[in-house]
């Protein structure tokens, strides 16, 4: 479904990623953890190259475009495939939470207006939305924005969500509902990439934990396996200084 090959991209003399090689399968749902800093945003925005990546391939669901030698083509057709929900929401503040559902299933996937307005009637009402639909982005709480975000990437029909830090914005009373609504999402099945620092969340939710430490990946578990019994000494340091002493109720 996703597959990485000697990835490596640098922010001048800052080497940011560093040989990232990373196959996921369908219907996986991946945990991206590790310290600020380390590459994992670079990462997702790398693979629907809203990060020019210096080196390496990257392939989603069989088609394959390479980094460095590619066509404008290839990357809107790889774009397609992929949805993004961003840590600050990244709504259009002039639209409806219904306008911004459908805006990109019109002007990127040109689907007919009334076909494009009954996906997002959908994927609204999944994220429980139904009774905001003609509400502006600056009238909803932070948890309603990124709840948007995600009806948005749900009505794309992409084959696999990239999830950048989809809490780290809310305020903490907010956290549960986007978290909720992201367990519903990985229940149907759709393969994602979530980077987060929610410990808890990464451990119910996700089948396969990825560690990230100074551009590399260092561990790949399964969550039992990865809380429990990691394998690698930076991945125990990390784990006694950052795990969360609270859990969030789903």
Do not use: C, W
Not at 33 to 53: E, H, M, Q, V, Y
Not at 106 to 130: M, T, Y
Not at 216 to 224: F, G, L, S, T
């Amino acid at each position: 479904m996703v597959r990485i090959d000697h990835l490596h991209k640098s922010f001048g003399s800052n080497q940011v990623l560093k040989d990232i090689n990373l196959k996921i399968e369908k219907g996986d749902i991946v945990a991206v953890l590790g310290p600020s800093g380390t590459g994992k945003t670079t990462l997702l925005r790398s693979i629907n190259f809203l990060n020019d990546a210096d080196e390496g391939d990257i392939t989603v669901d069989g088609l394959t475009v390479n980094v460095k030698h590619h066509s404008k083509k290839e990357v809107l057709e790889l774009r397609r495939k992929t949805a993004m929900v961003f840590q600050h929401f990244n709504l259009f503040h002039n639209k409806t939470v219904l306008e911004n559902v459908m805006e990109g299933l019109i002007v990127a996937q040109k689907v007919p207006k009334e076909e494009a307005k009954l996906r997002a009637l959908e994927e609204i009402e999944k994220v429980g939305l139904s009774d905001k639909l003609d509400a502006y982005p600056a009238s909803l709480s932070g948890g309603q924005q990124q709840r948007v975000g995600i009806a948005r990437a749900l009505a794309l029909s992409p084959k696999v969500i990239l999830f950048d830090e989809p809490t780290s914005a809310l305020d903490p009373e907010k956290v549960g509902e986007v978290l909720a609504v992201i367990k519903k999402v990985a229940e149907e099945g759709i393969t994602m990439i979530i980077v987060t620092h929610e410990m808890s969340f990464a451990e119910s939710v996700a089948n396969r934990i990825i560690f990230m430490d100074e551009g590399r990946i260092i561990e790949d578990a399964a969550p039992k396996e990865f809380f429990s019994h990691p394998k690698e000494e930076r991945t125990k340091q990390f784990l006694q200084k950052y795990m969360e002493s609270f859990v969030y109720t789903i």
